[in-house]
T-cell receptor
Framework: SQKIEQNSEALNIQEGKTATLTCNYT??????LQWYRQDPGRGPVFLLL?????KEKRKERLKVTFDTTLKQSLFHITASQPADSATYLC??????????FGTGTRLQVTL | DTGVSQDPRHKITKRGQNVTFRCDPI?????LYWYRQTLGQGPEFLTY????????KSRLLSDRFSAERPKGSFSTLEIQRTEQGDSAMYLC??????????????FGNGTRLTVT
């Protein structure tokens, strides 16, 4: 069955550093991969989508990589700020209409 | 764009009661999804609609759950004979699916259900 692995433990980093979150997937051949941000008590918010033929995608301080050989995506936040503290969800996406979300990694950025 | 709205935000009910949640998607979106999320987990797919047609239901969805989307606009999710295991955040999302590509989901802020 399809499996998505994200670090279940929280990632704690200092303000100004780069945060790197990992998403590994198995039994999947997604054509796309999406990342969402979720704050406590709120619904997820879409951040970025990367296609299988794109190695890297950037949006402001965010950068996503997608390695279909390793079956892995890395999500980077540069110059992190306390406001970046949230849970980040990885969503490998194929042609199926329903999306399967990872469990998410909680990022805590401290001063 | 007023976003996806869900009502109520919180619902506390006693085991065995029926509950109904409402979702108003972004008006031009043709797809509507229901997800359920428990603490420490990612959202879990329940069902989705393309306009008014319910196209897929999760095998995890028991027959106590039913969803409708009359006229392809708002949607309701009903849970009959609630059980304590139904306690969760119920999330609604919508998207505009076109001829190609992937359209990201726009989520509401959910209805938190507590079954006592």
């Amino acid at each position: 069955s399809q499996k998505i692995e994200q670090n279940s433990e929280a990632l704690n980093i200092q303000e100004g550093k780069t945060a790197t979150l990992t998403c590994n997937y198995t039994n999947y051949s997604p054509a796309y991969l999406q990342w969402y941000r979720q704050d406590p008590g709120r619904g997820p918010v879409f951040l970025l989508l990367i296609r299988e033929n794109e190695k890297e995608k950037r949006k402001e301080r965010l950068k996503v990589t997608f390695d279909t050989t390793l079956k892995q995506s890395l999500f980077h936040i540069t110059a992190s700020q306390p406001a970046d503290s949230a849970t980040y969800l990885c969503v490998p996406t194929g042609t199926a209409s329903k999306l399967t979300f990872g469990t998410g990694t909680r990022l805590q950025v401290t001063l | 764009d007023t976003g996806v709205s869900q009502d109520p935000r919180h619902k506390i009910t006693k085991r065995g009661q029926n509950v109904t949640f409402r979702c108003d998607p972004i008006s031009e979106h043709n797809r509507l999804y229901w997800y359920r999320q428990t603490l420490g987990q990612g959202p879990e797919f329940l069902t989705y609609f393309q306009n008014e047609a319910q196209l897929e239901k999760s095998r995890l969805l028991s027959d106590r759950f039913s969803a409708e989307r009359p006229k392809g606009s708002f949607s309701t999710l009903e849970i009959q004979r609630t059980e304590q295991g139904d306690s969760a955040m119920y999330l609604c999302a919508s998207s505009l699916e076109g001829a190609g590509g992937i359209s990201p989901l726009h989520f509401g802020n959910g209805t938190r259900l507590t079954v006592t």
